[in-house]
């Protein structure tokens, strides 16, 4: 029979790992890359959907300026995994909006993958169902 294992607990690093990631994602769903900034490191590496690779939120939001008309998140539930010398932080849920020709839609999985040091936040992966949901909006997949 395999050993019981202690249940993991929120430290003060953790949360607050967690919490700058939430603040993050609140302040670019208005999108206010400004406001986003103060959560970032200078090196910031970030990968969005489809391998495009950015250095800051403004970018990502002009991303999501062509690909949605506006977008916004419903966040579901926040993962955190301490390592060493940084904190990763998973947010998962789903997007809704509108396309770019007014359509809305709703129940977008995503998954944005953070790795936190020094309170700053310096990767950030991201990952959604948008390509699929645009190629079956448009009859390519059905």
Do not use: C
């Not at 916004?72 to 909006?97: A, F, H, Q, S």
């Amino acid at each position: 029979m395999a050993p019981a294992r202690a249940l993991a607990t929120a430290t003060d690093e953790t949360a607050e790992s967690a919490g700058i990631v939430e603040r993050f994602l609140v302040a670019s769903m208005v999108p206010d890359p400004q406001t986003a900034a103060l959560y970032i490191a200078d090196d910031l590496k970030i990968t969005f959907t489809g391998g495009r690779k950015y250095s800051h939120p403004r970018e990502t939001a002009a991303f999501n300026a062509g690909r949605y008309k506006w977008v916004k998140k419903k966040m579901e539930r926040t993962d955190v995994v301490p390592g060493n010398g940084e904190t990763i932080v998973y947010n998962l849920g789903t997007l809704y909006g509108e396309w770019p020709d007014g359509t809305p839609f709703e129940g977008n999985r995503y998954v944005d993958r953070f790795v936190v040091r020094g309170g700053k936040i310096v990767q950030m992966d991201v990952w959604n169902d948008s390509a699929e949901r645009l190629l079956t909006k448009n009859g390519i997949v059905a």
